[in-house]
């Protein structure tokens, strides 16, 4: 897995640069403000009001979800954040509510900090899933709330054609839904919504909403006795 991921990448930040040669950095910055804004309104009826919260982008890329969160205190991580500065559409001075941490995934050391970690179209390429699965949860504060978006197989014969044999280099994780979705109630988190946001030819495209359910009160009050 750990070349898979490396390879993945590399190619991520090869795509970045493609994908952006010719896009103005400041129509594609407006764009992409508007895209997230109504996508957060989309899955909005899941989440507490995002104002004045500790929200965290996990794997924010040069333009992630942390352009749309004005009026919170947001922390955006990514293992490419040097890259992505080489880039004119990466312009942090535009999100000054923002701190921006290069580390990836698996170095996330936060406990019990926010109230919304947003992890979007990133999962599907770390190098150690459940470790990953693991730190999102724990860096949640009691009833916090996780949203995952990422690409989920429909076919169980293409998923394991794409596990054997590399079909999408980007992309080193190759789950269907139900498999995403059991990573996060084997963490106690329970999914409030699974929005399927867009089919495609292969994956579907879904958002997945989950809270993290506190401790049990009978549980801790024995403990404590």
């Known amino acids: ?121 990133v999962i599907n390429h770390v190098q150690d899933l459940a470790l990953c699965y693991d730190k999102l949860v724990a860096a949640l504060k009691p009833n916090g709330y996780l949203v995952i978006s990422t690409d989920a197989h429909r076919n169980g014969f293409l998923k394991k054609i794409f596990q054997m044999i590399p079909g999408d280099m980007l992309h080193p994780v190759q789950l269907d839904i139900n498999e995403y979705a059991a990573l996060l109630n084997q963490r106690g988190m329970s999914i409030i919504n699974q929005l399927l946001y867009k089919r495609e030819p292969i994956f579907d495209y879904y958002i997945t909403t989950s809270q993290k359910k506190p401790p049990d009160t009978e549980v801790v009050q024995k403990a404590e006795k």
């Open 1 to 121: 897995m750990k070349w898979k991921w490396k390879l993945a990448q590399k190619l991520e930040f090869v795509w970045w640069q493609r994908y952006l040669k010719n896009k103005d950095a400041g129509a594609y910055l407006d764009w992409k403000k508007r895209y997230w804004r109504e996508l957060l309104t989309k899955i909005a009826a899941s989440l507490p009001h995002t104002s004045d919260l500790q929200i965290l982008d996990a794997g924010c890329g040069p333009a992630g979800i942390f352009l749309a969160l004005e009026g919170n205190q947001v922390d955006a991580i990514d293992s490419l954040l040097d890259k992505y500065e080489l880039l004119p559409h990466f312009q942090p001075e535009k999100a000054a509510w923002t701190r921006f941490r290069k580390i990836p995934l698996e170095e996330l050391d936060e406990t019990g900090k926010y109230d919304i970690v947003f992890c979007m179209n």
